[in-house]
């Protein structure tokens, strides 16, 4: 069965701080990879997604950036934090063209 | 206009009772349609999908009006492990998912 991994599951860092929020997904080749961002009382916003290796699709401008080193490794990064970047990111996977999505345990941040 | 829109609650219910949630949503061209449940702090999961003929699991069932562009949750005989939010979300687009704020379900004994 398909399993999803994320790591931290808390982070708690300032202000100008870099990001590297990592997930990994077990049990499936060729998954498309979700990046959602959950802020407090708000609805998920799409971040980045992934169909393949090195392939990113970016849905808001933002400082932040993903990376896709391996099939079923997806990277979140930033090189400086703002406060509004806390919140509950989300790490999802689908297959093929299905719209059905999974998610991981997710990450929540707290910049200070 | 909000993509998805849903009355974010709190729903305060008695165990046992039937609860309702209602969304609507702005695309036209939207292809897939789902319920994911949400638990504090937790990550969403899937409920279920929601199809034009409408669906049933269980205790729940879902319908889908693609012509007034409203998708409906039906829960029946509410149990204290439903208390949790409800995100009603939409399809369009290369596999990507729109979701609503949610409804907060409240089931009490």
């Known amino acids: 069965s398909q399993t999803i991994h994320q790591w931290p599951a808390t982070l708690v860092q300032p202000v100008g701080s870099p990001l590297s929020l990592e997930c990994t997904v077990e049990g499936t080749s060729n998954p498309n990879l979700y990046w959602y961002r959950q802020a407090a009382g708000r609805g998920l916003q799409l971040l980045f997604y992934?169909?393949?290796?090195?392939?990113i699709s970016s849905e808001v401008p933002q400082n932040l950036s993903a990376s896709r080193p391996q099939d079923r490794q997806f990277i979140l990064s930033s090189k400086k934090l703002l406060l509004s970047d806390s919140g509950f990111y989300l790490c999802?996977?689908?297959?093929?063209?299905?719209?059905?999505?999974?998610f991981g345990p997710g990450t929540r941040l707290t910049v200070t | 206009r909000k993509e998805v829109e849903q009355d974010p609650g709190p729903f305060n219910v008695p165990e046992g009772a039937t609860v309702a949630f209602n969304c609507t949503y702005s695309?036209?061209?939207?292809?897939?349609f789902f319920w994911y449940r949400q638990d504090c702090r937790k990550e969403p999961k899937l409920l279920m999908s929601v199809y034009s003929s409408g669906n049933e699991d269980g205790r729940f069932t879902a319908q889908l009006n693609r012509a007034s562009q409203y998708i409906s949750l039906l829960i029946r005989d509410s149990k204290l492990s439903d208390s949790a939010t409800y995100l009603c979300v939409v399809g369009s687009g290369y596999s990507t998912l729109t979701f609503g704020k949610g409804t907060m379900l409240l089931v009490s004994p």
């Open positions: 999802a996977w689908s297959v093929g063209s299905t719209y059905e999505q999974y």
């Open positions: 992934s169909v393949g290796i090195g392939q």
């Open positions: 695309n036209s061209a939207s292809q897939s």
